[in-house]
T-cell receptor, first 114, second 114 residues
Framework: DAKTTQPPSMDCAEGRAANLPCNHSTISGNEYVYWYRQIHSQGPQYIIHGLKNNETNEMASLIITEDRKSSTLILPHATLRDTAVYYC???????????????FGKGTLLTVNP | NAGVTQTPKFRVLKTGQSMTLLCAQDMNHEYMYWYRQDPGMGLRLIHYSVGEGTTAKGEVPDGYNVSRLKKQNFLLGLESAAPSQTSVYFCASNTGQGLDSPLHFGNGTRLTVT
């Protein structure tokens, strides 16, 4: 899987947009960018994913640069419950061809402040 | 629709004891996975299954066995627990239909081996 680089921590004020960056300069053409988050003591929660185009769902928006070497996860109106570790993952088919696993890095701890 | 359910939520074992962790999903997913999460290490794949009756090794399979006798269930076994297996274990599942299929996680089993 392509390596991803995220800042270890970020702060955001409640009600403001949280913009979480991720660099994935070695991404290949058929690799997807996934975002998950993990709130303390819970399992990872799927947020959003994309290949080339920007994506939006009820939780967040994903902006992928045209060269696909970086992306930004946007939480439009952060709440205290959005405090979590956010993982940016580039997902690729492994050499075996059938193993669609995810490789988690260390992520970004987002702290939403009142 | 409960998603992915893991039992038990907590367990304390003594070195050398055995136990089985159960994962059940009600989403009719083909693929299932077992991860462990340790501080500073992210999530590491232990074993996975691409369908009923099949299993395969992940990144850290030693000391664990798995079985997928029914499509909805994926069992993780520790035959002789060691303190190094103290961890939080997460099960996940997805449709397995390519890279465009998010993994959905359970809320984990917290295992302590003394």
């Amino acid at each position: 899987d392509a390596k991803t680089t995220q800042p270890p921590s970020m702060d955001c004020a409640e009600g403001r947009a949280a913009n979480l960056p991720c660099n994935h300069s070695t991404i290949s053409g058929n690799e997807y960018v996934y975002w998950y988050r993990q709130i303390h003591s819970q399992g990872p929660q799927y947020i959003i994913h994309g290949l080339k185009n920007n994506e939006t769902n009820e939780m967040a928006s994903l902006i992928i640069t045209e060269d696909r070497k970086s992306s930004t996860l946007i939480l439009p109106h952060a709440t205290l419950r959005d405090t979590a570790v956010y993982y940016c993952i580039v997902r690729a088919r492994t050499s075996g061809g059938s193993n669609y696993k995810l490789t988690f890095g260390k992520g970004t701890l987002l702290t939403v402040n009142p | 629709n409960a998603g992915v359910t893991q039992t038990p939520k907590f367990r304390v074992l003594k070195t050398g004891q055995s136990m089985t962790l159960l994962c059940a999903q009600d989403m009719n997913h083909e693929y299932m996975y077992w991860y462990r999460q340790d501080p500073g290490m992210g999530l590491r794949l232990i074993h996975y299954s691409v369908g009923e009756g099949t299993t395969a090794k992940g990144e850290v399979p030693d000391g664990y066995n798995v079985s997928r006798l029914k499509k909805q269930n994926f069992l993780l076994g520790l035959e002789s627990a060691a303190p190094s297996q103290t961890s939080v274990y997460f099960c996940a599942s997805n449709t397995g239909q390519g890279l465009d299929s998010p993994l959905h996680f359970g809320n984990g089993t917290r295992l302590t081996v003394t």
